[in-house]
């Protein structure tokens, strides 16, 4: 690994405040979205912003154990919004039948 300077320490540091930025903005958007697509959207994109910030961190403290958790919550970010999509999926046509 490269040597973490000062210069590269204040680096990493902004990306972390610019991914906690994003991880705020998409927040506000999974709140506020006004369709259900969304906020699915919405939290997607923020599970993939705190695993860069995970990632980021972890070379910053020089902690490897932390990509591993990274990989794990990227797996079940992937699952989760499997299962998300399909509920929604069904409850949308479990409702299109009813309106015809």
């Given at each position: 690994?490269?040597e973490?300077?000062?210069q590269?320490?204040a680096?990493?540091?902004?990306?972390m405040c610019?991914?906690?930025l994003?991880?705020?903005l998409?927040?506000?958007?999974?709140?506020?979205?006004?369709?259900?697509?969304?906020?699915?959207v919405?939290?997607?994109?923020?599970?993939?912003l705190?695993i860069l910030?995970?990632?980021?961190?972890?070379?910053r403290?020089?902690q490897?154990?932390l990509?591993?958790?990274?990989?794990l919550?990227?797996l079940?970010?992937l699952?989760s919004?499997?299962?998300?999509?399909?509920?929604?999926?069904a409850?949308?046509?479990?409702r299109?039948?009813?309106?015809l």
């Open positions: 690994m490269v973490l300077t000062p590269l320490s680096f990493l540091t902004g990306v610019l991914l906690g994003g991880i705020l998409c927040l506000i958007r999974a709140i506020r979205g006004p369709r259900y697509t969304d906020r699915i919405a939290l997607n994109v923020i599970c993939t705190v910030l995970i990632c980021v961190l972890a070379y403290l020089e490897s154990y990509l591993d958790v990274a990989i919550y990227g079940l970010n699952l919004i499997a299962v998300i999509s399909r509920i929604t999926i409850h949308h046509r479990k299109k039948g009813e309106q």
